[in-house]
């Protein structure tokens, strides 16, 4: 069983760690160590008996340790006591102002770095930049006492990409910052990459367990590719194989009384236009004539759930715990835009709680019809996807037939939900368990690193 103990800091020289008893007792510990750095100490029981590490303050300077008054996690690794864990949080996009260190996200890593008390570990924010290979140190961005503070600390036990786009992830430098760290220091690096739409389609189709979920979808190859599937389905969204945000999806509907082609879409104006076209090349040469065909993914269109007549989808954030197990941590509803083809509130959608658009019963069936396969996907991505994955996020449709489709599943899922007052609780456990499931994993690099490292 994991336990956490205060560590308070004596002032001498003297290269000591006083241990509550029932850490040193049968034990042989020679070091103690705080991130990638350790240092060698005499360890002695408490005099006192009290649950808490005693440090000296030589000790700290030596480790780089940040008094912040923390209680952390005591980990055993051979002879050496781990204190900690210390959480690097990787991203890009720092500003010159200390009251933003990283501009208008700020606010979301403070909120992120707030949760460090309650879950028993040192959290900081560090780019490229802030790296000295040499020393093996980073000046770290940390949220305490309500500012921003920068101390330099150790290489972290584990580190949560939150580089926030594609661009910055295509990166050389930043490609190599992950490289390095994971091969030369065998540090624990989660929710690396953002997903391809058409990859992550392709890899659960190989799970049987979540085939029932994914709707048709393939690259753009033809015009008649369409046609067959306008025929079966009626409408098709074709989308951006790479997009987020619900920028460049557009959907495609055929009427047959008409024996016409409609597509709706919103313009980089902020306008939601639906078009009608006689032929469905006459479409494609109007609307997509600035596109690259060949970046798209056309999908089988839903006969989705509706409120007074406007779509609904689901948001659902999936996350691993401090025992690496996966949970489901936050459900939303979104309601399409007047006129919009997605459900995103840039597009004039809006977020709702189950319990505001379904009654008791309802709602008890389509949460636990949500959980099971945000569960399910859940589990058949870590399985098939490169990298440590600690959180998702999943676009989720419900048709008419109360059937579960899977419209996207983001590694990076954003926080607009959030926003609505009665999902606050919603916000705290997702941020608390993004943090909780680093240590899971320092555990794991010390006790099983052949099996995190394979």
Same mark, same amino acid.
């Given at each position: 069983?994991?336990?956490?103990?205060?560590?308070?800091?004596?002032?001498?020289?003297?290269?000591?760690?006083?241990?509550?008893?029932?850490?040193?007792?049968?034990?042989?510990?020679?070091?103690?160590?705080?991130?990638?750095?350790?240092?060698?100490?005499?360890?002695?029981?408490?005099? @006192?008996?009290?649950?808490?590490?005693?440090?000296?303050?030589?000790?700290?300077?030596?480790?780089?340790?940040?008094?912040?008054?923390?209680?952390?996690?005591?980990?055993?690794?051979?002879?050496?006591?781990?204190?900690?864990?210390?959480?690097? %949080?990787?991203?890009?996009?720092?500003?010159?102002?200390?009251?933003?260190?990283?501009?208008?996200?700020?606010?979301?890593?403070?909120?992120?770095?707030?949760?460090?008390?309650?879950?028993?570990?040192?959290?900081?924010?560090?780019?490229?930049?802030?790296?000295?290979?040499?020393?093996?140190?980073?000046?770290?961005?940390?949220?305490?006492?309500?500012?921003?503070?920068?101390?330099?600390?150790?290489?972290?036990?584990?580190?949560?990409?939150?580089?926030?786009?594609?661009?910055?992830?295509?990166?050389?430098? +930043?490609?190599?910052?992950? !490289?390095?760290?994971?091969?030369?220091?065998? %540090?624990?690096?989660?929710?690396?990459?953002?997903?391809?739409?058409?990859?992550?389609? !392709?890899?659960?189709?190989?799970?049987?367990?979540?085939?029932?979920?994914?709707?048709?979808?393939?690259?753009?190859?033809?015009?008649?590719?369409?046609?067959?599937?306008?025929?079966?389905?009626?409408?098709?969204?074709?989308?951006?194989?790479?997009?987020?945000?619900?920028?460049?999806?557009?959907?495609?509907?055929?009427?047959?009384?008409?024996?016409? =082609?409609?597509?709706?879409?919103?313009?980089?104006?902020?306008?939601?236009?639906?078009?009608?076209?006689?032929?469905?090349?006459?479409?494609?040469?109007?609307?997509?004539?600035?596109?690259?065909?060949?970046?798209?993914?056309?999908?089988?269109? %839903?006969?989705?759930?509706?409120?007074?007549?406007?779509?609904?989808?689901?948001?659902?954030?999936?996350?691993? !715990?401090?025992?690496?197990?996966?949970?489901?941590?936050?459900?939303?509803?979104?309601?399409?835009?007047?006129?919009?083809?997605?459900?995103?509130?840039?597009?004039?959608?809006? %977020?709702?709680?189950?319990?505001?658009?379904?009654?008791?019963?309802?709602?008890?069936?389509?949460? !636990?019809?949500?959980?099971?396969?945000?569960?399910?996907?859940?589990?058949?991505?870590?399985?098939?996807? @490169?990298?440590?994955?600690?959180?998702?996020?999943?676009?989720?449709?419900?048709?008419?037939?109360?059937?579960?489709? +899977?419209?996207?599943?983001?590694?990076?899922?954003?926080?607009?939900?959030?926003?609505?007052?009665?999902?606050?609780?919603?916000?705290?456990?997702?941020?608390? +368990?993004?943090?909780?499931?680093?240590?899971?994993?320092?555990?794991?690099?010390?006790? =099983?690193?052949?099996?995190?490292?394979?």
């Amino acid at each position: 069983m994991r336990k956490r103990y205060p560590i308070d800091i004596a002032l001498n020289d003297q290269l000591v760690v006083f241990c509550p008893p029932e850490i040193v007792k049968d034990r042989q510990i020679e070091k103690i160590a705080f991130g990638t750095q350790s240092v060698e100490a005499r360890f002695l029981p408490h005099p @006192e008996k009290k649950n808490r590490i005693v440090i000296s303050k030589k000790l700290g300077e030596l480790l780089h340790f940040p008094d912040f008054n923390i209680p952390l996690h005591a980990f055993f690794d051979y002879k050496t006591l781990v204190i900690g864990p210390l959480i690097g %949080i990787f991203t890009s996009g720092f500003t010159p102002f200390p009251l933003q260190p990283i501009g208008e996200r700020s606010y979301i890593f403070a909120k992120l770095l707030s949760v460090k008390k309650s879950v028993g570990v040192l959290p900081f924010v560090f780019g490229e930049q802030h790296i000295d290979w040499d020393q093996g140190l980073i000046k770290g961005y940390f949220y305490h006492k309500n500012q921003w503070e920068t101390v330099e600390v150790p290489f972290p036990n584990v580190v949560y990409d939150r580089l926030p786009n594609r661009k910055s992830e295509r990166k050389p430098s +930043l490609k190599q910052v992950k !490289d390095r760290m994971q091969k030369e220091y065998l %540090i624990p690096w989660y929710n690396p990459g953002f997903f391809n739409k058409q990859d992550v389609y !392709d890899r659960l189709q190989q799970e049987s367990t979540v085939g029932n979920y994914l709707p048709e979808t393939h690259p753009f190859t033809s015009f008649s590719a369409i046609e067959t599937m306008l025929s079966t389905f009626g409408h098709v969204y074709i989308k951006p194989n790479n997009g987020s945000l619900g920028i460049g999806v557009h959907q495609i509907l055929y009427d047959k009384n008409e024996n016409s =082609y409609f597509c709706r879409y919103r313009d980089p104006d902020g306008t939601n236009r639906l078009r009608k076209f006689s032929t469905l090349e006459s479409l494609f040469k109007i609307v997509f004539a600035k596109r690259k065909l060949d970046t798209m993914l056309v999908q089988q269109g %839903i006969h989705l759930l509706k409120l007074d007549g406007r779509s609904i989808d689901f948001r659902v954030h999936t996350n691993k !715990d401090d025992a690496g197990n996966w949970h489901v941590t936050a459900i939303a509803a979104k309601v399409a835009g007047s006129g919009s083809v997605t459900t995103h509130v840039r597009n004039g959608g809006e %977020i709702k709680t189950l319990a505001e658009i379904f009654p008791p019963e309802e709602r008890k069936l389509y949460t !636990d019809k949500l959980t099971t396969a945000s569960l399910l996907l859940s589990e058949a991505l870590e399985k098939n996807m @490169e990298g440590i994955i600690g959180e998702i996020g999943f676009d989720l449709g419900i048709d008419k037939n109360g059937d579960v489709w +899977l419209f996207e599943a983001n590694s990076k899922p954003g926080r607009s939900i959030f926003k609505h007052p009665d999902l606050k609780e919603f916000d705290l456990l997702t941020r608390k +368990l993004s943090i909780a499931f680093a240590v899971f994993l320092t555990e794991q690099a010390i006790l =099983y690193p052949e099996e995190l490292f394979k």
